[in-house]
């Protein structure tokens, strides 16, 4: 082919030649007509041969799919079978109104192609839809990655939007949109090219290419974006790396801001209605000579770029790749598990768990949790099915090991109702038998609480093997019955945020766990879904899986399932899992270790795995099924939904807790509020539901020790519900008479929220609206008894009464009296303490940000760091140093009057 292309560009310098003899302009319009007098006839009749030559090399240069014009293409073309990868038609020239030719540049192997206006320009939308669909259709799918960025788009708009059907069958990625997804394309562009270790080269990626297409550079692009932009179009060519970027150069904001031209590309510069077409990489349309004249260099005659390509031969092409990739029917879950009705439960686990991870053609490949592999890590992107993937795998635990050798704990991170599958109902109460907790839509709070849970009972399972004398999990588990623990935790991302509380103590706690609990039969099964369930975009020029720390825990996961979209999990000289179509799966169970194309490799295998909701119907019979065979003690597993908030009043676990009842929530029969055989010494008062495991109600002990005082902070409305929650189930968990609620009005504007409020208590306690002479009367006066403040910021400082206030927070608790008060200012509540922050120790944050300012030692210092969220606050103890992340219970005006505790 180098001959061809010399050949090329030696006829289109001659093409540049004759136009100049003709009285081109340099813009390459054609001169006014009788500007070329004399020879013009010969001129033309050369570039009409010349023109001719053109058709016939470009023929050669882009053969099929890569020259063939679009507007006439049908799909007989095979797809994907060409061994000649490399020149790519951009449109045609017209040297003369009657003379024409295909223009062709080098690409694949070769350069980039840049284009001065973005995809708003309806000749650039065409010109990269068409470029697109050539790729897709030349380039064998398992050789081509390609990454789309459109920062002027829409979910279903923009340069992809006639390739909607090519992205629902998982052949394409949507568009990023946004500024994080530009640098995630650049840093998954980069990790492409980046050796894996320094003496391991990435320079070979066995004929793969990835292709970086940028429609348009999105909002808030900055000179660091495009300088690595710049970079990788530097390096790009000799690892299968190729860009296509429209709005290149970008605008500049000062001249010196100004960038050259893509590094290796073909810059194709618009103007109306043609185009001009610049010197390709190493090589040039002109003539060294003219170019030494001053003559610029590029393509000399007037271009005209292809037309986007007809919907329905993208249509055509998308279904037969889409049939393509489908090697066969899916199997279906039935396939996959041992049949329940002979084989349910006849699987010991004192040798390791095992499920079912998909078929190798006509053989199922199973994977194990045990010594030897006893974490998996699973990844993919959005919407390519590792939330099915998950749910076949625990299907097939449930199916072969028996719950009373096996509990599981589930977490789901992201939005939406992971796992309704294996969850009760109120449709249908039946549930696996081996899932012990469940948090779905959860907080990162939430998982590391299981962390915990694990960690601790990886301690109690320690204390017991040295006491047994054991060193096996099979030899303990023979000695003490106990069985393994399974950890799923989807979409982990959140927990390890570093702008999030938990991320350290989370990371700690992983390691801990990863490390010790293959040896006691505790197990981990990590897995990303792609995106961004957290709701906060990944640090700046992270990729996918940045959460992922693997140096530190890699070699503790070598069980590595990448989905399509999840091949950052594998080694990076590891391709296996590039072009992956959605319902398939790379299953490699030595760390992501890849090895030579083509070899066998005993540690790796292509599988397809089952989508359990395609027969929801079958699946739930399975359910029901186990759940028929459970032991008739065996209760429902404690669910924790992040988007539902509870109700203090209609849970029967509550109602217990308002009554003192030490049980959990959840785990002892319902007990009447009326009760008052239950009350315990302290009292406590009931906010919401905890965001953790076991499930428990957040909750303020009014102990009788100086400081048992509680503030809340937050706007108007926030406080308001939440105080009366709080006053609500002190009256209930009080016998009926024995407390006093003594609310402090400042004045008119809060008489009517303390009057609902003693109305709430319905009779149960002594209520009365009173002013701050109340305190007198308290100097000596013994509980229990609640001043209950609502708007504490109006209060008076200096005077008499702020400070029998405070005399009364410090000798009060010791006779039962303590005070519930309410804040919208820090600045308010710390003025009220002054030296003394010690002198209030519960603090409940709403919606009021807490940012503690270094240096300023004082009440606030007692306040601490949160960041409100939607439904959630922070109860902290100043006494213990505890933190406890809750859901607020539902406004107690909302339950109506049926629901108020009489």
């Known amino acids: 082919m180098g001959t061809d292309l010399e050949r090329a560009a030696t006829l289109h310098r001659s093409a540049a030649a004759t136009a100049a003899a003709l009285g081109l302009e340099s813009t390459g319009r054609l001169a006014p007509a009788g500007a070329a007098a004399g020879g013009g006839t010969a001129i033309a009749s050369n570039q009409h041969e010349i023109a001719e030559q053109l058709r016939s090399l470009a023929a050669r240069l882009a053969p099929g799919w890569w020259g063939a014009p679009l507007d006439a293409q049908t799909p007989a073309m095979p797809l994907g079978d060409l061994e000649h990868i490399g020149y790519l038609r951009i449109g045609i020239a017209q040297p003369l109104d009657d003379a024409r030719f295909p223009v062709v540049v080098p690409f694949l192997g070769a350069g980039h192609l840049a284009i001065d206006g973005d995809v708003r320009d309806r000749r650039v939308a065409g010109l990269l839809r068409a470029t697109l669909l050539r790729l897709l259709a030349a380039v064998p799918q398992r050789r081509l990655v390609v990454r789309t960025v459109d920062g002027i788009a829409t979910a279903r708009q923009g340069v992809l939007a006639p390739f909607q059907r090519l992205i629902d069958t998982g052949v394409l990625r949507p568009a990023a949109t946004e500024l994080v997804g530009l640098r995630t394309a650049l840093a998954e562009a980069e990790q492409w090219i980046r050796p894996a270790r320094p003496m391991v080269s990435r320079h070979h990626r066995q004929g793969r290419f990835l292709v970086l ?125 041992p049949d329940p009705a002979t084989q349910l439960w006849t699987e010991s686990t004192a040798d390791g768990l095992s499920a079912g991870a998909g078929f190798d053609g006509h053989r199922q490949v199973v994977l194990r949790f045990n010594d030897l592999t006893p974490h998996w890590l699973v990844a993919g992107r959005a919407g390519a099915g590792v939330d099915e993937f998950v749910t076949t795998v ?39 038998p081996h899932v012990a907790t469940a948090g779905v839509e959860a907080d990162p709070e939430y998982a590391l609480s299981v962390l915990r849970l694990l960690a601790a009972e990886i301690d109690r399972r320690a204390w017991l093997a040295g006491r047994n004398g054991t060193n ?206 239950g009350a315990i010494d302290p009292p406590v008062c009931l906010l919401g539901e905890a965001v953790e495991v076991p499930r428990r109600p957040a909750e303020f002990r009014f102990e009788r020790a100086p400081g048992r005082h509680l503030a809340i902070f937050g706007s108007h409305d926030r406080t308001t519900d939440l105080l009366a929650t709080a006053v609500l189930s002190l009256a209930a968990h009080h016998p009926p008479g024995s407390a006093r609620l003594l609310f402090v009005s400042f004045g008119e504007h809060d008489q009517a929220q303390l009057a609902a409020l003693a109305a709430l208590v319905g009779g149960r306690q002594p209520t009365e609206v009173v002013d701050l002479d109340i305190l007198r009367a308290l100097g000596d006066a013994t509980g229990p008894a609640y001043l209950v403040v609502a708007t504490a910021d109006v209060l008076e400082l200096g005077g008499p009464a702020s400070a029998r206030l405070r005399n009364l927070l410090d000798s009060g608790p010791a006779r039962g009296i303590h005070l519930l008060s309410c804040w919208q200012q820090e600045a308010a509540f710390a003025a009220f303490l002054g030296p003394s922050p010690e002198l209030i120790a519960g603090i409940v944050l709403l919606d009021l940000t807490v940012e503690p300012a270094a240096g300023q030692p004082g009440a606030a210092d007692r306040l601490p760091r949160w960041r409100p969220r939607d439904q959630r606050g922070l109860l902290y103890d100043g006494q213990t140093d505890r933190r406890t992340v809750f859901v607020p219970f539902r406004p107690i005006a909302a339950a109506g009057p049926e629901r108020e505790v009489r």
């Not at 429609?215 to 808030?220: F, K, T």
């Not at 510069?269 to 610049?278: A, E, F, Q, T, Y």
């Not at 719950?403 to 939005?415: G, N």
């Not at 890849?594 to 005993?602: L, Q």
């Open 472 to 677: 096996t999990f099979a030899e303990l588990a023979a000695a003490v019955d106990i069985g393994r623990i399974l950890g799923v935790i989807k979409d982990p991302a959140p927990l390890f945020d570093p702008a999030a509380s938990t991320a350290a103590e989370a990371l700690e706690l992983l390691q801990r766990i990863a490390r010790s609990g293959r040896g006691c039969g505790i197990h981990l099964l990590l897995a990303d879904s792609g995106g961004d369930p957290g709701g906060r975009p990944p640090p700046d020029g992270a990729a996918a899986g940045w959460w992922w720390r693997g140096e530190s825990l890699a070699s503790q996961f070598p069980v590595r399932v990448a989905l399509p979209g999840g091949d950052w999990l594998l080694e990076p000289n590891n391709d296996s899992a590039v072009g992956l179509p959605v319902g398939r799966a790379v299953v490699n169970t030595a760390g992501g270790l890849g090895g030579p194309r083509g070899a066998v490799r005993g540690h790796e295998r292509t599988v397809s795995f089952p989508d359990p909701y395609a027969d929801l119907p079958g699946a739930t019979r399975l359910r029901q099924l186990i759940w028929s065979h459970r032991d008739t003690s065996a209760r429902p597993p404690q669910v924790f939904a992040g988007y539902r908030q509870p109700d203090l009043v209609s849970e029967a676990g509550y109602q217990q807790a308002l009554t003192g009842t030490t049980e959990p929530a959840g785990t002892t029969e319902p007990a009447s509020v009326d009760d008052p055989a």
């Open 213 to 337: 297409l940028i429609a348009s550079l999105p909002e808030s692009t900055d000179g660091g974006d495009l300088h690595r932009i710049a970079r990788l179009a530097q390096v790009g060519p000799e690892h299968g790396l190729h860009l296509v970027v429209a709005g290149w150069p970008p605008p500049p904001l000062t001249p010196e801001q100004s960038r050259a031209e893509l590094p290796r590309g073909t810059t194709i510069r618009l103007r109306n209605p043609h185009v001009l077409v610049g010197d390709p990489p190493g090589e040039s349309f002109t003539d060294q000579s003219a170019v030494a004249a001053g003559q610029p260099g590029g393509l000399h005659a007037p271009t005209y770029l292809d037309a986007g390509p007809p919907q329905q031969l993208i249509d055509q092409v998308g279904a037969e790749l889409a049939a393509a990739v489908d090697t066969g029917a899916r199997p279906t879950l039935a396939d996959s598990l």
């Open 394 to 432: 625990l299907y097939g635990l449930a199916v072969r090991h028996r719950p009373a050798e096996l509990a599981v704990h589930l977490v789901d991170l992201s939005p939406g109702e992971s796992f309704a599958g294996l969850l009760p109902t109120d449709a249908d109460p039946a549930w696996l």
